[in-house]
């Protein structure tokens, strides 16, 4: 058995167990948040990588939809064996007026004329109305090539009408590749002639594809210039090709196309931002190249993602995730530091008996040689040597049964300090208690919340057709302890089908009738939770309360990580639930926003899918 020194040398080594706690804590702490922060910025990258994928998706299928269309062209002179103008025009008419070719500027034939039928094939053209028509421009050349028919013919087109593109060398190149090698050719980039007459001048290309004679061999080179004809071709305004391509675009991300795969400012043919913004919004994700093929010419591809990428939540939860952990470490810290003080008292207490032991002893020891009359004194003595040995024994049994049980977790360690050294602990030690225990529960349930907002952007969204109704109903009943003297009222349609994954759906309806209970007024609380269907493709949801009501400024905010607009100690939550409910609906394509429309109280509404209108959805209806 250890002596009473060697276990008072042993508590006072304790001492430093605080120390080493903290250290370690924090450790732990900061080397988890740089492993968090990592993956945070790695999920950032891939989701940029993505966007930029979609984008150069694309623009690549609208430019194959223009291959097809200028393939249908050629068709289209090859079954007549002669095209009158007005032909020319109805055809172009269905071309121009497909929703897969937005953007498009024109579409056109351009005539390959002989030198020696220059004279004649004016004469023909001032034949058919247009009495000042010449090829231009004007000059001898070896070859001529003339715009004869361009739809729409109004405008701007007027001023390409007659015009030789073959005598300007970057629409020859491509003239001359799309002659030779019979396939699809991309001009490199140009001012189109119809830019002369406009205010907005734009960058511009065009695309060509040949047409030959019929019944000539097109096998060689060779072949297909002595049966060349002419070409279907169609001229693009940079700018307006991508505003029809891609709509208003992303508003997260911005990039610059540079012709011939060459970042040059002076082969800049489109960028969707100005070179200040390009500046001031970027973020701190590197810039993403990417070559595309189109025609048998290259395009550079520039993305860069805006400063508002990373959103202001995702920002935070680093932050987030080292304080709360640091609190933690200090807060042990405090406790174990405290249990050490007091084990330091217990072992002077054993020091101070054990002296009164010996001195007991010797008293003992002395009244063997006195006369009879002192070995009463002895005997006392003796009896206070024996209480003196019960009372250590008793003493020690408590501490070494006491200091027995490890602490592994801090919520248990909290349980065995309270129940065994309440009465003894300082009122500081026991604040440090009731502050560890606060804390404790505010990380567990940050993390049980945060736990949620990742399973549900990775797991995998199951598609079923589920009746909203029943859906609902179901939320409402698993929550009847929670709205027992709540008024709720439902309004929807038992026709109301919705395509997703019923798990997830079920998380965001209880989120939200949770929150309407929650932060309530003295009122009684009252909710409705209704649906109405959209132009039959979604199904907008709301759950209106008349609680306190959210302030306009913090419709957007309160759906950011840890964003919370009340004190805890007014209103519980983690400020996560919203952000939760968000992700999920984001990942239906839907909307999640607070009406604004509302002056009392709160409607929070978010859309979904109707099932009627996704083809995709699986044939199975979920029923609660």
């Given at each position: ?193 119809q830019e002369h007459v406009v205010v907005d001048k734009q960058n511009g290309f065009l695309m060509y594809l040949p047409h030959y004679r019929s019944g000539m061999l097109t096998n060689t080179v060779e072949q297909r210039r002595n049966a060349i004809l002419g ?225 549900f952007g990775q797991s995998r969204q199951t598609n079923l057709s589920i009746r909203l109704n029943a859906l609902v109903h179901a939320v409402l009943k698993s929550m009847e302890d929670e709205l027992e003297a709540v008024t709720v009222v439902v309004e929807v ?13 079920e998380h965001v309806l209880s989120n939200l009738i949770d929150n309407a209970t929650k932060f309530h007024s003295k009122n009684k609380t009252e909710i409705l939770i209704s649906a109405k269907e959209i132009d039959g493709r979604q199904i907008e949801v709301s ?82």
């Amino acid at each position: 058995m250890q002596t009473l020194d060697a276990l008072y040398d042993k508590g006072m080594r304790g001492a430093n167990t605080a120390v080493m706690a903290l250290v370690l804590s924090v450790a732990v702490t900061l080397a988890t948040t740089a492993i968090f922060s990592q993956w945070l910025w790695d999920v950032a990258e891939r989701r940029f990588e993505i966007k930029v994928e979609d984008i150069q998706s694309v623009i690549k299928a609208r430019m194959q939809a223009q291959e097809t269309a200028l393939r249908a062209g050629v068709g289209f002179f090859r079954s007549n064996e002669t095209v009158s103008r007005s032909q020319w025009a109805k055809f172009s008419d269905v071309i121009l007026h497909d929703a897969h070719l937005s953007g498009l500027e024109g579409y056109g034939y351009s005539e390959v004329i002989p030198a020696s039928k220059l004279a004649s094939h004016e004469s023909d053209m001032q034949s058919e109305g247009f009495p000042k028509y010449h090829v231009k421009p004007s000059g001898k050349r070896d070859l001529y090539t003339s715009i004869i028919y361009l739809e729409p013919f109004s405008g701007r087109n007027l001023q390409a009408f007659g015009y030789d593109m073959w005598s300007e060398p970057t629409r020859r190149e491509a003239m001359m590749r799309a002659r030779d090698t019979g396939k699809p050719a991309v001009s490199g980039m140009v001012t189109l002639v119809q830019e002369h007459v406009v205010v907005d001048k734009q960058n511009g290309f065009l695309m060509y594809l040949p047409h030959y004679r019929s019944g000539m061999l097109t096998n060689t080179v060779e072949q297909r210039r002595n049966a060349i004809l002419g070409f279907v071709y169609s001229p693009f305004r940079m700018n307006d090709l991508m505003a029809g391509t891609l709509g208003n675009g992303d508003s997260e991300i911005d990039f610059r196309i540079f012709d011939a795969n060459q970042e040059d400012d002076s082969r800049l043919l489109y960028s969707s931002a100005t070179e200040a913004q390009l500046i001031t919004e970027s973020s701190y994700l590197d810039p993403i190249q990417k070559t595309l093929s189109i025609g048998g010419h290259e395009w550079l591809l520039v993305f860069s993602a805006r400063s508002d990428f990373v959103t202001v939540g995702e920002k935070r939860l680093p932050y987030g995730f080292i304080t709360c952990g640091l609190i933690i470490s200090i807060l042990l810290f405090f406790t174990i530091r405290s249990l050490g003080s007091e084990k330091q008292r217990a072992f002077a207490l054993a020091t101070r008996m054990t002296e009164q032991l010996r001195e007991a002893k010797e008293q003992a020891e002395l009244a063997t040689f006195v006369e009879i009359d002192l070995r009463r004194a002895a005997q006392q003595a003796n009896g206070r040597l024996r209480g003196a040995n019960e009372e250590l024994s008793h003493f020690s049994s408590i501490v070494a049964h006491d200091l027995r049980a490890p602490l592994k977790r801090i919520e248990s360690f909290v349980d065995v300090l309270r129940e065994d050294y309440s009465a003894e602990l300082e009122s500081d030690a026991q604040d440090v208690m009731t502050r560890l225990e606060r804390s404790s529960r505010r990380m567990r349930d940050m993390l049980d919340a945060f736990q949620d907002y990742t399973k549900f952007g990775q797991s995998r969204q199951t598609n079923l057709s589920i009746r909203l109704n029943a859906l609902v109903h179901a939320v409402l009943k698993s929550m009847e302890d929670e709205l027992e003297a709540v008024t709720v009222v439902v309004e929807v349609s038992e026709l109301l089908e919705v395509e997703g994954d019923h798990l997830m759906l079920e998380h965001v309806l209880s989120n939200l009738i949770d929150n309407a209970t929650k932060f309530h007024s003295k009122n009684k609380t009252e909710i409705l939770i209704s649906a109405k269907e959209i132009d039959g493709r979604q199904i907008e949801v709301s759950v209106t309360d008349n609680g306190i009501g959210v302030e306009k400024q913090y419709h957007s905010k309160i759906f950011e990580m840890f964003s919370r607009l009340h004190d805890e100690d007014e209103y519980q939550g983690t400020g996560i639930g919203l952000a939760v409910c968000k992700r999920i609906i984001s990942d239906h394509e839907g909307e999640i926003f607070i009406d604004p429309s509302v002056k009392k109280g709160t409607r929070v509404c978010f859309t979904v899918r109707s099932s009627s209108f996704d083809s995709n959805a699986e044939d199975v209806a979920w029923v609660a």
